[in-house]
């Protein structure tokens, strides 16, 4: 019942001001599956703690946000790690990036009672005493502020003391920019690691500025096509805002518009190239159909000297390009 006291009615009050104002008309069957957790993906992180005078990692998926200024951190309690935390009332909370992950993914698989972990990162202590995974994209600083136990876990409610973050993670105005960061996710049912998807709206400001709509999958007739365009240079400038425009609305409201991409040749920059892939054929025809494709191919016709349009095949269809829109 201690948990309570941390899950307020704020929380509570806070999701429901999100969703008051969404309205929707779709109905969708569902299954009872009775009363299994399901509150995944989760960010996969690895605790790092002092234990019997040693660092020690573990991989823990289960940890949360409690408020604006505590995390839960929840572990078995037959994890060796536990002692040390109860011990020092400090921990480290590191997030994992797909470079780390199997280093990450062992040091939850042998137990630190009967292997040294301390040597699997290379680290140091951050201002707090806590150990730092150098490659870590970030790392949180955490003191244990209160200890609970459930049926089989130890919960660790912690305040954050100091957070760490790799540099090049960071936008410019110095925010967390996880578009970046890309931490790894972790699902429960099978077992399994996630990449982090793409970002799709701005949170409470998808009225002013449609998101990127759910994306078709690639079907057997789907088109990978580069399109190299030569400009003609004193039309140059008015070209590119075409295509930014074109480029945009098509990912932001068509389902079948997988990837828009151009760039310009560092050295001649009158030469645009465009990536484009569309989910199948039918996508792609309601796409040059679509009144701001129409608009684009109207209004460039005079500005292009050049257009070849080159199809591609796939080398390795489970490299997939995702666009996204800030």
Not at 146 to 158: I, Q, R, Y
Not at 168 to 174: A, N
Not at 189 to 203: D, F, H, N, Q, R
Request: contains cysteine; hydrophobic residues 40%.
């Amino acid at each position: 019942m201690r948990l309570f006291k941390y899950l307020t009615v704020a929380m509570v009050i806070g999701i429901a001001a999100l969703c008051a104002d969404a309205q929707t008309n779709i109905t969708m069957e569902k299954t009872n599956i009775g009363n299994r957790l399901a509150l995944y993906p989760m960010p996969v992180t690895v605790i790092g703690a002092e234990v019997n005078n040693k660092i020690n990692w573990l991989i823990v998926a289960h940890v949360g946000i409690i408020g604006h200024d505590r995390i839960l951190v929840s572990m078995s309690n037959k994890h060796y790690t536990n002692s040390g935390i109860k011990k020092s009332g400090k921990l480290s909370i590191n997030l994992v990036s797909r470079e780390m992950l199997p280093d990450a993914d062992y040091v939850g698989s042998v137990s630190g009672a009967d292997v040294d972990k301390s040597g699997v990162f290379d680290y140091h202590l951050g201002e707090n005493g806590s150990p730092v995974i150098d490659v870590s994209p970030l790392t949180m600083e955490c003191d244990v502020v209160d200890t609970f136990e459930s049926p089989g876990f130890d919960n660790f409610v912690c305040s954050v003391v100091n957070t760490y973050v790799a540099n090049d993670m960071l936008d410019d105005k110095g925010h967390i920019d996880y578009a970046r960061l890309k931490p790894v996710l972790f699902e429960f049912p099978t077992y399994s690691y996630l990449a982090t998807g793409e970002v799709i709206g701005k949170c409470l400001n998808l009225d002013r500025k449609p998101s990127m709509c759910a994306k078709q999958p690639m079907q057997t007739d789907g088109i990978v096509r580069l399109s190299k365009i030569e400009v003609y240079p004193q039309y140059l400038d008015e070209y590119l805002e075409y295509a930014k425009e074109v480029g945009e609305i098509s990912l932001r409201t068509e389902p079948g518009v997988l990837t828009m991409y151009a760039v310009q040749e560092k050295d001649n920059p009158c030469m645009v190239t465009i990536l484009e892939t569309y989910a199948s054929q039918e996508t792609y025809r309601s796409h040059i159909a679509s009144p701001h494709f129409q608009k684009y191919k109207q209004g460039t016709l005079h500005m292009v000297k050049d257009l070849v349009l080159s199809d591609q095949n796939v080398v390795n269809p489970d490299n997939q390009l995702n666009n996204f829109i800030k």
